[in-house]
């Protein structure tokens, strides 16, 4: 196996990782996660959902999501911020493509690497991380069940 093989191997490793740290988001409408991976260690993880301290309820009576909802990406990121670990360089796991907003804090965060699992309806969060020359690539997870 040569190592082009075995990064593909690992990232679909933590992009499965990713999956199911979604499922502990409270969100209906959608489950998202993420890990920050770093050296081969798992450094920050996140998952959509309100703010701490709030209640567990994404969306609305009307099934809308609630504007103060944090993404999976941005819970992550944020978390990083209140370790000692520091996100330069290291490599995103999300198991849908970034929104511009969280691809600004990518970017901000030193990310180098995106790795996602699902195609978001919109790409200009996509476009934005490759305008800043981050590496993003696409694993169909469904293609690549054990």
């Given amino acids: ?6 990064q593909t191997l690992l990232d679909l490793r933590y992009l499965r990782m990713a999956r199911i740290w979604s499922e502990n988001s409270y969100c209906t409408r959608r489950k998202v996660g993420a890990l920050v991976v770093k050296d081969k260690m798992i450094i920050s993880d996140g998952y959509n959902g309100t703010p701490s301290g709030f209640e567990n309820v994404c969306e609305d009576d009307n099934n ?19 370790s000692s670990n520091n996100s330069d360089g290291s490599t995103l796991y999300v198991t849908a493509s970034p929104c511009l907003e969280c691809s600004k804090l990518i970017i901000q965060a030193g990310i180098r690497r995106v790795v ?5 309806r919109l790409a200009d969060g996509l476009e934005l991380l490759r305008r800043a020359k981050i590496e993003v690539k696409f694993i169909n ?6």
């Fill in 1 to 6: 196996m040569d190592v082009s093989d075995k």
């Fill in 64 to 82: 809308v999501t609630k504007p103060y909802v944090l993404h999976a990406e941005a819970n992550a990121i944020t978390k990083l911020a209140r």
């Fill in 116 to 120: 996602y699992g699902e195609e978001y």
């Fill in 141 to 146: 997870l469904q293609e690549n069940e054990p």
